[in-house]
């Protein structure tokens, strides 16, 4: 007990920084520019407390525009300019879950809603509209379009909230046309879904091209009488949570308002990039609608992500850019004659941020860094850009460069920790059992000495659809997982961050892995081999190896401590998939493995579940129980075998916390316990 509480103790920080220090350095998120008036907007999340921020010229020093105070979980999002520039839209809470609960970690009396609220930056003041989310705002006038349970809905910023019209199916991707007239939405029906356009004034609705496929992404032309959007070919035996690196090729289709019809404009070659990539741009930047009335969008026609322009009114694509490396998000800029993207040219671990002319050319270096930078935007003069940063050191930071000048700081805060405490990752390789190369990160603490044996601590990232950086995330999540490894590396622990197989940025067939996930599980090569290369270096104690993650990453701890019992001597399991033929279901609520007894057969043998009865080790088990993503009862499952076992299992739970938890509170309570519990398990072996 005293063992105990004196490691409790150190955890609250003598030496070096805190976790709740580290954890509270505020992250910025939703970074927007104005339509008019040369204006950026962003959210802060700064322990725990969300709210939005606004910078115009010529200081671009940015201030508070709301003014929340709690550690609520409440989430702020979807921010949208009004055409004016006087007025931010945006929504306030989290999406319901299928039982139509809304997200309440704080366990609230009375549940918090989701809704779309509006904040006016002159005065500091907001207002409700109206229960919903996902909002549009028109680009012509004061209406803002929004979904309530999958149906569209039209409010004025004075809070008069109607329904557009009643649909079948459920409702995405909202998008005005220039001119306010329609509203374009994509109507998901299941296994096939249709694009619409919304007439604002006839009040009627009409169906484009409607077929058997899977139709997404409605972009409209500058002028607004014309429609892209993705065609995907319609399958009932899509693989999830398992390669697909060839599928019937999607194609880009363009719907002509004034005619009625519609014509493929162009499709992809068979092989690779014929499957759609709806990973790789986020939703609402599929496709791009730039000048010289060309469209972007982006293709793995080489086995790496890039972009491509195509002539709207017929032609070849035009590859925008080109090399052993990835593009992950793409903007126009306000004049549509370039392209802003952010990717890992040149730069495998990292994201600096580019831009190229829309009709082709050479790429031009927006960021030039050792550092981490994306989500950038223009302004709407085009004469500042905005954008987010970090470094190994730095945690995210709002910045803006405009005129000759070095870019600087939105906003500055008060440092939440010395960041000289903190260490520089470095790029490292291993082999996995099977040869495989895989990419890593490692950290190794300040002060080690020749001869000295120190314990380690390999972190798996969740996904899998994902890629560590060298430095603080550009996502709050792994943020969060960074402050973790750095606070142990500056506990004396070594650190490896991992990037195994079927995660991003190392090209298609890197992310294809075959017999990857629930096909096979083949990232367990990967996470032994891991093990194997820590336990090679003189400085680490082969025997004090432990393996912590989240989601995906929670699975692949359980992998370890159920396949390689004698090389991890320990394991943090947060929110982990123990059972594909359980957790798949939650994707793909038809799944039935009873039907599918060879896929689920597969899956099963592919899941910790499967060795659970090799599990030796500790553990520890954090877990959400209003968990959308992992069903809280693959923890439930897990720890009833493991006690039958005799394996020593802890847990920590968060009653009503969803899988990223919303609070504050629940990862510093989260990550102490995940600290404490590897330093009593693996230096007092308590």
């Known amino acids: ?77 979807n921010l949208e300019w009004s055409p004016d520039a006087r007025t931010i839209v945006y929504v306030r809470g989290g999406a319901a879950n299928r039982a139509g609960e809304i997200p309440n970690p704080l366990s609230e009396a009375k549940s918090p809603e989701q ?70 939405f994509t109507s998901n029906r299941g296994d096939h879904s249709f694009v619409g356009v919304f007439d604002v004034a006839k009040k009627a609705v009409r169906f484009v091209d409607p077929g058997l496929d899977q139709d997404v992404a409605p972009v409209w032309s500058p002028a607004g009488r014309r429609l892209a ?37 162009w499709k992809a070659d068979a092989g690779a990039g014929s499957v759609f990539a709806s ?47 990835e593009v992950e998000t793409a903007t126009l800029s306000p004049d549509r004659k370039h392209v802003v993207y952010a990717s890992n040219q040149g730069d495998a671990h990292r994201r600096h941020l580019w831009r190229v002319p829309v009709e082709g050319g050479a790429a031009e270096a927006l960021t030039k860094s050792q550092g981490i930078e994306w989500s950038g935007v223009y302004a709407s003069d085009g004469k500042a850009f905005a954008y987010l940063a970090s470094d190994a050191k730095q945690s995210a930071t709002p910045m803006i460069a405009s005129g000759a000048g070095a870019a600087q700081p939105l906003l500055s805060l008060p440092p939440a920790f010395d960041a000289n405490a903190l260490v520089e990752p470095k790029a490292v390789t291993f082999a996995a059992t099977d040869g495989m190369e895989i990419p890593a990160q490692l950290f190794l603490p ?19 659809r994902r890629q560590m950086l060298l430095g603080w995330h550009y996502a709050s999540y792994y943020h969060n997982c960074y402050a973790l490894t750095q606070y142990l590396v500056s506990r004396g622990w070594v650190a490896l961050s991992v990037n195994y197989r079927s995660g991003i940025g190392y090209g298609m067939e890197f992310r294809e892995a075959l017999e990857y996930g629930a096909t096979g599980a083949s990232e367990v090569r990967d996470v032994i081999g891991a093990g194997l290369y820590l336990r090679g270096l003189d400085f680490v104690d082969g025997r004090k190896i432990a393996a912590w993650g989240g989601s ?57 579940m499967a060795a659970v009865r090799n599990w030796r080790s500790p553990v520890l088990l954090i877990h959400g129980d209003d968990d959308r993503n992992v069903p809280f009862s693959e923890s439930v499952t897990l720890v009833e075998e493991l006690r039958r076992n005799k394996v020593a299992v802890e847990s920590v739970v968060f009653p009503d916390e969803v899988h990223s938890f919303l609070r504050y509170a629940s990862w510093v309570k989260a990550w102490e316990a995940a600290a404490e519990f590897l330093e009593r398990r693996l230096r007092s072996g308590k």
């Open 446 to 464: 300040a002060g080690l000495k020749a001869g000295e044996k120190r314990p380690a601590a390999i972190f798996f990232h969740g996904g899998s």
């Open 229 to 265: 959007f993705v065609r995907r070919a319609a399958s009932r035996g899509q693989t999830i949570f398992g390669p697909q690196r060839a599928a019937e090729p999607w194609s880009i289709r363009i719907h002509d308002l004034a005619s009625g019809v519609t014509r493929e404009a």
């Open 115 to 184: 809704a779309i609220w509006a904040a006016t930056p002159v005065s500091g003041q907001s207002r409700r509209l109206a229960a919903g989310g996902a909002p549009a705002m028109s680009p012509k006038t004061s209406t803002v379009a929004f979904l309530v349970k999958g149906q569209v809905w039209l409010t004025g910023l004075d809070g008069k909230a109607e329904q557009a019209f009643q649909m079948r199916g459920t409702a995405g991707n909202l998008a005005w046309s220039p001119d306010g007239a329609f509203l374009a």
């Open 279 to 325: 990973h790789a741009l986020p939703a609402a930047g599929q496709l791009l609608w730039g000048d010289a009335d060309r469209i972007l969008f982006s293709w793995e026609k080489t086995g790496w992500n890039h972009l491509y322009s195509l002539p709207a009114n017929g032609g070849l694509p035009v590859a925008l850019t080109k090399g052993a490396f």
């Open 1 to 77: 007990m005293l063992i105990f509480l004196f490691l409790a103790a150190s955890l609250m920080g003598a030496d070096g920084p805190t976790l709740a220090d580290l954890l509270g350095s505020a992250f910025p998120s939703e970074l927007t520019a104005s339509g008019a008036g040369a204006k950026v907007a962003f959210v802060m999340n700064a322990r725990g407390v969300r709210n939005i921020y606004v910078a115009e010229p010529p200081s671009y020093k940015a201030r508070a525009v709301t003014h929340y105070t709690a550690d609520d979980g409440q989430e702020i999002t």
């Open 552 to 608: 995906y990453g929670g699975y692949l701890t359980a992998h370890a401590l159920s396949r390689a019992p004698e090389l991890f001597a320990a394991g943090v399991d947060v929110h982990g998939v123990h059972d594909w033929n359980v957790t798949i279901r939650n994707f793909v609520p038809g799944y039935n493995p009873v039907a599918e007894p060879e896929a689920a057969r597969l899956a099963f043998t592919s899941s910790p």
